[in-house]
């Protein structure tokens, strides 16, 4: 059976040009392989500079591998040219970004990032049509086309406009999600129905989603499998409860460690 | 006696569009006291108002920020001072000298094409009254008590890490030795490894120093590790306040409840519920209670009046007239 996803050894460096020496090596040698028809949250835990979000930049496409294959349903993502086959690609590899406030034109009505996707991604036409299925692809996230229909994004809070964002990636049906840190510019009041929000997708629309993140609490709450990388590579990697509660790694035992619990410790007391 | 005492505090943006008058109330009846030697938490969401607390305490307020109502005393030891009408020349003489600052983002406060001794010499220099070299040494010391080589005068801030760019800030912030610091999400954007020192770095020079800081920031966890006493803003609102341990032991208000349970624990995986709705518009915020469109407890009085914020055991205030039971 061939995977969703699979990445072999792959490596990726910048610099090392004709006026740089300095060669710096942001992914280094991973691989790992997502199952067809096994839907799951597949979570890149790093902190800045570990390679995360070259990762999913890679596994976006938006990033060629310096050494390494990616395949995507058994597509060398190399061999990925042209308009058509590129189209076809991100129909069904869609990315989440991390601050929704920058991902939307401030000046442009959301709803026209919807319909436009619907049109080109999604081949719908007609405008009832491109309404219908923007509406629908609101729903599955608690919206709706009433709700933000002709709304500019400084009219929406954050939560909604991640919301709106997610609706957007799922109009064209996608088997891969690629969110990287969804969650880490959103109010904590909102932050827990974002994050019960990728859960369901998992659940009820059988997507699979690759969670990029450095915060290891959330993660814990939602992901099946982990990796942790530093610096490039995968130091330890497994079924998420398993790595989380018994990390290995020294370094991951260190980020554990570091993990401020919202837990009153004794000690700290009214000074 | 406490070292600031704010009262009353009201402070909105105000401008008119065509002749419309638009207020955002920012900041809405605000009442707190922070004492010495206490880290005071202040906790809230984005468009909570808690910016624009920290700048009107620090009477950096600027048009269409206008504060209407209320004072912010700070009691120093060289005498009180009234925020609002202490003149530019007063301002100069305190800031930094008792009253310093520590931000978020290092890079901003550092200027990036200058060595780091300047921004010392720049912030510090002419508050601690010492000839130039002897200045430096006080300096080196001071580096050397936050365990920091004294090599960084030298480097450049894109030469350090972010980690360290932000423990020369808080040495910038406590050389002089202040009686008040003032901290805005300091710890926000940086790693957590990195972040674990730098929280362990400011409470210790807080101990040594004997300062009390306001500490900002949307991290209960945060919280948690650092702070004494607790403020909760909502909508430009103090809507809880008492001993940290209190709060999270036992929230009253149902927005404190909330934030606190659907707080993700390592090791933890039950179901959190989220909060629906959305936080409110502060150029048009709900009648009442400000909570209520999202609260789970609201009753008519809710959607009515405001509720104060009183006391409903020794030293925790809450504004709800329905709060959460008491252990």
Known sequence: MTALLELQNVSRHYGGGLFSRRQVMAVRDVSLRLEQGRPEIFTVVGESGSGKTTLARMILGMVTPSSGAIRFQGTDLSTVHGARARRAFMRKVQPIFQNPFEA?????????????????????????????????????????LAEVGGRFPHQLSGGQLQRVAIARALIPRPALLVADEPVSM?????????????????????????????DLATAYYVSD?????????????????????????????????AVLSPEVPTGVSHA | MSVLVVEGLRAYYRTSAFGVPRDVRAVDDVSLAVEAGEIYGLAGESSSGKTTLIKTIAAATQPPLEVLAGS?????????????????????????????????????????VRRVHHAFVDFAFRHLGQPMPRFLDTVRAHL??????????????????????????????????????????????????????????????QRELGSSILFVTHDMAVHANLADRLGILYAGRLVEEGRTADIFRAPRHPYTAHLIASLPRLGDTAPKAGLGGVPPNLADPPPGCRFHPRCPRASAICRREVPPLEPVAPGHRVGCFHPEPAP
């Open chain 1, 104 to 144: 939307f034109n401030p000046m442009k009505r959301v709803d026209r990032y919807l319909f436009a996707t619907a049109r080109r991604m999604a081949d719908v036409t007609g405008a009832a049509a491109i309404a219908e299925a923007a509406d629908t692809a609101l729903k599955s996230v608690g919206l709706s």
């Open chain 1, 186 to 214: 959103i109010d904590a009041s909102l932050r827990a129905s974002i994050v019960n929000l990728l859960r369901e997708l998992r659940d009820r629309n059988g997507l699979t989603i690759i969670y990029i993140t450095h």
């Open chain 1, 225 to 257: 499998r982990i990796i942790i990388m530093r610096q490039g590579i995968v130091v330890e990697s497994g079924e998420a409860r398993a790595v989380l509660d018994n990390p290995q790694h020294p370094y991951s035992q260190l980020l554990k460690s």
């Open chain 2, 72 to 112: 912010v005393t700070f009691n120093f030891p060289s005498g009180a001072i009234d925020m609002q009408r202490a003149g530019r020349s007063q301002l100069a003489a305190i800031r930094w000298r008792h009253l310093s600052y520590i931000m978020q983002g290092s890079m901003s406060v550092l200027n990036p």
């Open chain 2, 144 to 205: 050397q008590r936050l365990q920091l080589a004294p090599d960084v005068l030298d480097a450049f801030p894109h030469q350090l890490s972010g980690g360290m760019r932000q423990r020369v800030t808080i040495a910038l912030a406590t050389v002089c030795r202040p009686e008040f610091i003032i901290a805005d999400e300091p710890t926000t954007a940086l790693d957590v490894v990195v972040q674990k020192d730098v929280l362990a770095m400011i409470r210790g020079i």
